[in-house]
């Protein structure tokens, strides 16, 4: 296993697909960017409890909507999320809300073609990148 200090991680293509990481492993993991296909074992996003910056650029068809939610619901010290080039991804999750220190939200690149009124919300966002439209609420409707 990778030393337990590591605090920044970057998966290159076929090392991407033959690293097995168990997230339990790396528990001061606070960047991780992967380029390429990965093994599933570094997809249990569960586990990255101290993520800040989260790149999953180009990571294929592995990436799934399932995982945003995980994501959204576990990683709630997140600041940047790049889903660029994810073209299996198509949803963003309402518990996106919880990203409550987002400043960066990539989703250029993915099917993703609505997204929930709660990213807007989001207190911290700056940067937001893709082709969408804002899921458009029904006047009065409160969450």
Aim: aromatic residues 6%; glycine residues 4%; charged residues 25%.
């Amino acid at each position: 296993p990778p030393p337990s200090k590591v605090r920044w991680l970057s998966l290159h293509s076929g090392s991407a697909a033959s690293s097995r990481i168990n997230p339990n492993d790396v528990p001061f993991l606070r960047s991780l960017t992967i380029f390429g296909k990965a093994h599933k074992s570094v997809l249990n996003f569960s586990k990255y409890k101290l993520m800040r910056v989260l790149d999953l650029e180009e990571c294929g068809n592995q990436l799934e909507d399932k995982h945003l939610k995980v994501i959204c619901n576990n990683l709630l010290l997140l600041r940047y999320l790049s889903l660029r080039g994810a073209a299996t991804v198509t949803v963003i999750p309402e518990e996106v809300k919880k990203l409550k220190l987002l400043e960066t939200l990539d989703v250029r690149g993915t099917n993703i073609k609505v997204l929930p009124t709660q990213v807007m919300k989001l207190p911290c966002l700056i940067h937001l990148f893709g082709k969408f439209i804002v899921e458009d609420h029904l006047v009065g409707k409160e969450e």
